[in-house]
């Protein structure tokens, strides 16, 4: 298998204590969320070497040396034991594109999900990074594969209102009516959560305005539950 020429810019450590993550500055609390940090996390879930060295420890040369030459496609395809995440879940949250690309590059499935369920597609899309959403759409990532409860890349990004990966993942024909579990939409969290570019961007791309949840609520019912006057107005404007 050929080498990947990489240089890995981040600086990523772990806190023993307490398994924080850091770089300069503390880890974002949106990271912190996603990996739901504890020791046993720490400990147990990183399995190969590789996993190690880019989730445990700071970016060393080794780290250079070893996404710099030749990569092992079942090493760098484990998934951790308590999470099931690959080696590009991780770089995902913590990596950069060059190391992205070279894990993907090397073969590894960029549609495999964690035990919950989620590809690394997903996390790019909740995290809101465009450009890691572009870098695993150009790897033909599958925009449909869901979670657990049901949610797609954009019902992610419609949720931590990322509206140009929204915007991406839309042009990549993603499906802006599929439904999470409880029969929400895309539209909805963005009504309910006040993303108001986003719900404009979502009725462009024909979201359907008048569906309901396993509750009966509308986007319009939640929007106005929010008193989200000019997203109420789109939405009245768009036949709510």
Not at 28 to 57: C, F, G, Q
């Amino acid at each position: 298998m050929g080498g990947c020429t990489s240089t890995c810019s981040s600086n990523v450590t772990i806190n023993p204590e307490n398994g924080q993550g850091m770089t300069q500055e503390p880890c974002p609390k949106d990271v912190v969320a996603v990996y739901r940090y504890n020791p046993a996390y720490i400990s147990s879930h990183i399995r190969t070497e590789l996993h190690r060295w880019m989730s445990r420890v700071k970016y060393s040369k080794r780290v250079h040396e070893r996404l710099g030459g030749d990569l092992n496609l079942e090493e760098i395809s484990t998934r951790g034991n308590i999470t099931g995440r690959t080696i590009l879940h991780d770089l995902v949250v913590f990596g950069t594109l060059k190391d992205m690309k070279c894990v993907i590059e090397a073969g590894i499935d960029v549609n495999m999900a964690d035990n919950v369920g989620e590809t690394p597609l997903f996390l790019a899309a909740w995290l809101g990074s465009p450009e890691k959403v572009n870098t695993l759409l150009a790897a033909n990532a599958d925009l449909t594969v869901a979670n657990e409860v049901d949610m797609t890349p954009l019902l992610a990004a419609a949720e931590s209102g990322s509206l140009p990966v929204v915007d991406l993942l839309i042009k990549a024909r993603a499906n802006v009516n599929a439904a999470a579990s409880g029969s929400v939409t895309a539209l909805m969290l963005a009504a309910q959560l006040g993303h108001e570019a986003i719900v404009e961007t979502l009725i462009a791309a024909k979201a359907n305005v008048n569906a309901r949840d396993e509750d009966g609520y509308t986007p319009l019912i939640h929007a106005q539950a929010q008193k989200g006057v000019k997203i109420v107005d789109a939405l009245i404007a768009a036949q709510a």
